[in-house]
T-cell receptor, first 111, second 119 residues
Framework: QKEVEQNSGPLSVPEGAIASLNCTYS??????FFWYRQYSGKSPELIMSIYSNGDKEDGRFTAQLNKASQYVSLLIRDSQPSDSATYLC???????????FGTGTLLAVQP | GAVVSQHPSWVICKSGTSVKIECRSLDFQATTMFWYRQFPKQSLMLMAT?????????EQGVEKDKFLINHASLTLSTLTVTSAHPEDSSFYICSARVRGHNPSNYGYTFGSGTRLTVV
């Protein structure tokens, strides 16, 4: 089992729709969870972080965490073409105490 | 704040030569820096963790004699790819952990990456 699993996509959504990105992780000791956005050829940029079970909202983005299910998600409301990128899920902490990345989900927002 | 400057942004070198990549924390002290490598259409793979003033810790499968890491100061970490070969061509990214105001609130900030092409 991979440490961090994401659907590679591409996930295609029309402009203005909600994009839902999912991630599962194997290390139950993970304490913090980060979502990064990476445009092609660029380095990752932090979108959101979440530490507690439940929802955390920041503008058009909502992160959801369920530690019991080892599941974290990112919702993007009112998706824009500029949101088209690869979204990386990265749990931190636990046994390795390192930031481990999933393979990422490629999001394509269609104008 | 919390900017990591990485240079060069891209480099082409001949097979057998060495290449040095620098990462500087501009407005904070980075006691620990992380070096990642990313091949096309793949995720970031952690190569090593460098700590200021001590030896780097390498991940399993990463050759420490090939990828030399030096973290001589609180603001500078370097990765040297020695005797580079075409299979070392990749996107190399450094990262530093940044502590926020809340002890539980922190993140990792990334350099802009270095595209290495070995010909």
């Amino acid at each position: 089992q991979k440490e961090v699993e994401q659907n590679s996509g591409p996930l295609s959504v029309p402009e203005g729709a909600i994009a839902s990105l999912n991630c599962t992780y194997s290390d139950r000791g993970s304490q913090s969870f980060f979502w990064y956005r990476q445009y092609s050829g660029k380095s990752p940029e932090l979108i959101m972080s979440i530490y507690s079970n439940g929802d955390k909202e920041d503008g058009r983005f909502t992160a959801q965490l369920n530690k019991a299910s080892q599941y974290v998600s990112l919702l993007i409301r009112d998706s824009q073409p500029s949101d088209s990128a690869t979204y990386l899920c990265a749990p931190w902490g636990g046994a390795t105490n390192k930031l481990i990345f999933g393979t990422g989900t490629l999001l394509a927002v269609q104008p | 704040g919390a900017v990591v400057s990485q240079h060069p942004s891209w480099v082409i070198c001949k097979s057998g030569t060495s290449v040095k990549i620098e990462c500087r924390s501009l407005d904070f002290q980075a006691t620990t820096m992380f070096w990642y490598r990313q091949f096309p259409k793949q995720s970031l793979m952690l190569m090593a963790t460098s700590n200021e003033g001590s030896k780097a810790t390498y991940e399993q499968g990463v050759e420490k004699d090939k990828f030399l890491i030096n973290h001589a100061s609180l603001t500078l970490s370097t990765l040297t790819v020695t005797s580079a070969h075409p299979e070392d061509s990749s996107f190399y990214i450094c990262s530093a952990r940044v502590r926020g105001h809340n002890p539980s609130n922190y993140g990792y900030t990334f350099g802009s990456g270095t595209r290495l092409t070995v010909v």
